[in-house]
């Protein structure tokens, strides 16, 4: 069996987990979250504590089974707690711009570059050189730091672009003078 997939999910408080047949809804203190199961796999609750089962043994079975089971306890954390990523700017005029769920970015081309955050996604700005992007789902949290991030990639001679906060960026020797 799936290790992931056979993993007890523990329910933690002030969260709500409902299965109406091949949908889970998962609710907490920050949001909402549904997820649909494909056939073959089954959600319980027991005791407090999510189980996720596969009816056979098949390649797509397992697969979906650890998968369901990673998707959920995503859910439980998100809506409990949150997801959060944080990103940094270095160069000369670089910086973010927050105005409500609007990013503006100044990243060393001839226009400002202008993004709105999806639904559910809370954008903050510390400083102008710093951002950071919270939400319940993590997959569009992260979804939207990489294209924040793909707007100007760090590069490895000077450092300058946009990198997460917990990113090593690796520095290469430029060419040297004869």
């Known amino acids: 069996m799936s290790r992931?997939?056979?993993?007890e999910l523990v329910i933690p408080e002030g969260v709500t987990v409902n299965v109406n047949e091949n949908t889970v809804n998962v609710s907490g203190?920050?949001?909402?979250?549904?997820?649909?199961t494909k056939p073959g796999i089954s959600v319980n609750i027991e005791e407090g504590k999510v189980l996720v089962?596969?009816?056979?043994?098949?390649k797509t079975q397992k697969q979906l089974h650890g998968t369901t089971n990673a998707n959920i306890n995503n859910m439980l954390i998100g809506v409990s707690e949150g997801f959060k990523r944080e990103l940094e700017i270095n160069g000369v005029g670089y910086k973010f711009q927050v105005s409500g769920s609007t990013l503006t970015i100044s990243a060393g081309y001839s226009h400002p570059v202008v993004m709105t955050a999806p639904v559910g996604i809370k954008i903050e700005?510390?400083?102008?050189?710093?951002?950071?992007i919270t939400g319940c789902d993590k997959q569009v949290v992260g979804e939207f730091a990489a294209q924040v991030r793909k707007?100007?990639?760090p590069e490895?001679?000077?450092?300058?672009?946009i990198k997460y906060k917990d990113e090593?960026?690796?520095?290469k020797e430029g060419k040297k003078a004869a």
């Open 29 to 36: 203190k920050l949001g909402n979250m549904e997820l649909n």
């Open 156 to 161: 490895p001679y000077k450092g300058k672009g």
């Open 4 to 7: 992931i997939g056979r993993r």
């Open 125 to 132: 700005s510390a400083s102008a050189n710093e951002l950071t």
């Open 53 to 58: 089962t596969r009816a056979n043994d098949t």
């Open 151 to 153: 707007v100007r990639e």
């Open 168 to 171: 090593f960026i690796r520095r």
